[in-house]
């Protein structure tokens, strides 16, 4: 018997590479895609340092209207 997908399920999409975009409580950019449906951020510590982090694409969000 073969399972049927739900149609509420979206597929996730990795975001293009230099889209804002919203992880927590921060705001920020994607430099590159890597496996595991992870995408690379750059973003900026309390301190102002840049850092690079990979994070599953469900947990990036939109920026919605309003930037900061």
């Known amino acids: 018997m073969e399972k049927k997908r739900s149609r509420i ?4 999409l990795c975001p ?27 973003s900026l510590d309390t301190t102002g340092r840049t850092f690079v982090s990979a994070v599953k694409w469900n947990s990036l969000r939109e920026l919605g209207a309003q930037l900061f």
């Open 9 to 12: 399920h979206q597929e996730a």
């Open 16 to 42: 293009p590479i230099g889209a804002l975009l919203r992880y927590r409580t921060r705001i920020v950019r994607v430099i590159a895609e890597a496996r595991g449906q992870r995408a690379m951020i750059e």
